[in-house]
Each structure stands twice: as C-alpha cells, then as structure tokens.
C-alpha cells in the first residue's frame, strides 16, 4: 500500500496539495481493507464531509492513488493502489483482490482495437475465481 509521502508527492505533481482532510481521508483509507467502499470511508472519518469523501474519491482516481475494482457481485469497491495501469483478481470466496499486469493482455486489446476500428479510451478487467489460500483450505 503506498505510503502517504509517496502519495503527496503524486498529487503535488498534479498541482494538487494535502490539505486536512484529505490527510484524514488518506488514513482512514490505510486503516481499512484492501478494498473499500465511499460509505466505508464516509464512516471511518466522520470528521469529514460526505460530499467530500466523494469529491476526494474521484480527485484520487483520477491522479492514480485510487481504484476502482468491480466485485463478483457487480459492486464497485475502491482500492489504494501504486499507480500505473493493471487489472485484478478477485477471489470470490474471501474477496481478497490482488493487481496483475500483463504485456500480451494489453497487445491483444490493441489488435481488437484495430480489428474494431474502435479507438479505446478505457478498458478494465477483473479475474474471479479462489485465491491461492481459498484453494488450499480443505473442502468443507
Ligand atoms: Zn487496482
Ligand atoms: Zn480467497
Ligand atoms: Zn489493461
């Protein structure tokens, strides 16, 4: 998870500075799991105003210090991430979420890209299936 130095440091390069409560969002958001919700974040910093938690949200995303990832049951969750484009994988039975990237993934959405004529703007892609620790607990 990236560290709140690593993060002010990507939102300076946007022009953006650390104010107060995006400090205090940035915290809550360290101290909650892998993947979160806006309603999580809204109760682990009540000192900061909801429309604020999903003006921040957004800010993030958009500078590359948030996620989104698309949980097996087609809610959206928000994640801290490092930066950088990649996909997830999603255990469906502990809901444990984990980056990947992947070069041939990438040139086969480009070929599909020229096949289609589409230009691509945007893409995302989440793997479910069970994490390595799910599989290897016996079968109930
Ligand atoms: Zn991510
Ligand atoms: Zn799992
Ligand atoms: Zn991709």
Do not use: K
């Amino acid at each position: 998870m990236p560290a709140t130095e690593i993060i002010e440091r990507t939102l300076a390069r946007g022009g953006y500075r650390l104010t107060a409560p995006r400090r205090a969002l940035l915290e809550a958001m360290q101290d909650l799991d892998d993947h979160f919700t806006a309603e999580d974040v809204v109760t682990a910093a009540p000192e900061v105003g909801r429309a604020t938690v999903f003006r921040t949200l957004r800010l993030m995303q958009d500078i590359g210090v948030v996620c989104q990832v698309v949980l097996d049951d087609g809610s959206v969750a928000y994640r801290l991430t490092s930066g950088g484009h990649h996909h997830h994988m999603v255990c469906s039975q502990c809901g444990a979420v984990a980056d990947f990237t992947s070069h041939d993934i990438e040139d086969v959405l480009q070929q599909l890209a020229d096949r289609t004529g589409y230009e691509i703007d945007a893409h995302r892609l989440e793997m479910y299936g069970r994490c390595p620790r799910c599989r290897a607990l016996p079968d109930e």
